[in-house]
């Protein structure tokens, strides 16, 4: 590998096992010698990246606005639908996903960090004000209020279904809330065509990997 | 006061400056000294109500669970609208309510107390079971999934209002839960006659408070 890209894998590393420690452990008990031993680095490897457990939770929390998986679609109530449900497939796999909800819904490193979700807001604020401009949203719709309660919704079902997993999975979940939503803000004629299958984010997320490694073989030859 | 009646204050007393600390500290950092400091009680009282900071969560969490202000109504739909409006509209002055709701979300306390969810949604799923007995709700409504969608979204509302209270007040966000809702689960007759508009919650409970303190007088006399 070479040198950026090792780095680049360290860091990555770094932040995983951080994740898992800070979802594990809360921000407050979590510590670096458990980090570090998660991670399998060097303590200058950590600090090379991290100088502080501070440093990491930003890091963390820098992580967690992805919409990594979410291929384009002519609807954009679809990418609404598929940023949702991809993040509910891929959140019980990955604790730096997960970590980021732990640290925004803790209140003390709330009050150092700030949390991921005006970000978010502002993305699916987006994506329905550009779904109103294509016409897939009822009139009376107000993007930013929709997005501000879809966002706080989705976190809500994310807690319940780690509090209780013994119930349905994230992913059925989060499909109802979709199917909740939408017969409330969509026109009619675009509901129709939407895709709020539970397994709708594995699909889409297996189809985002399958183009990816493409790209990459196509890359290496 | 009657010897009852003032370890029923005491008591209280203690829940409630108890529900603040956890409140504010989180379950692994409150003490007993800072409850025991707020409340204004001797150690010998608090210690005679409750023998642990344990038998203290155990104690806020098993208030939480109140639908007190919530007066009968003929639509069942409303009474639902009315558990999260009052509730919505109490929880930011009642800091016993708030706690129970951050115990929950506490991963740590979780694993020692459990959390108030599941009674909620049971609560609610009856509710709304007795909604469709009655007509009000659309045919392919399940009580059950629907309640357990309502308390976590209702739940994700409140953390993230607290996250950020710049924007809409928890009665704003409530109302605009409802109004997402309730076009996905009632029929348009029983739709159209719902209050849900944001100061129902307040309007809900200064009529249960004139009730109240009506029958005190009247036993009084």
Do not use: C, N
């Amino acid at each position: 590998m070479a040198k950026q890209a090792r780095a680049i894998h360290t860091r990555r590393l770094i932040l995983e096992a951080a994740g898992e420690v800070f979802d594990e452990f809360g921000y407050e008990s979590a510590t670096i010698a458990e980090i570090l031993g998660r991670a399998g680095v060097t303590k200058g490897a950590l600090y090379f990246h991290f100088a502080s457990k501070e440093e990491l939770a930003r890091g963390v929390l820098g992580e967690a606005l992805t919409t990594e998986g979410v291929l384009p679609q002519e609807s954009r109530l679809q990418e609404w639908v598929d940023v949702g449900m991809v993040l509910a497939h891929r959140l019980p796999a990955e604790p730096l996903l997960s970590a980021a909800i732990r640290l925004s819904a803790d209140r003390k490193a709330r009050d150092l960090f700030g949390t991921s979700w005006p970000g978010w807001i502002e993305f699916i604020a987006r994506q329905l004000t550009e779904a109103k401009e294509q016409g897939e949203l009822l009139p009376h719709v107000d993007a930013e209020r929709t997005a501000m309660l879809f966002v706080s919704s989705w976190t809500g079902v994310e807690i319940l279904a780690t509090a209780h997993p013994e119930g349905e999975s994230l992913e059925q979940r989060i499909a109802l809330l979709y199917d909740m939503f939408l017969p409330s803000v969509a026109v009619p004629g675009a509901l129709r065509m939407l895709d709020t299958a539970p397994d709708r984010g594995a699909r889409v997320w297996r189809a985002h990997r399958a183009q990816s490694e493409e790209a990459e073989a196509a890359a290496s030859v």
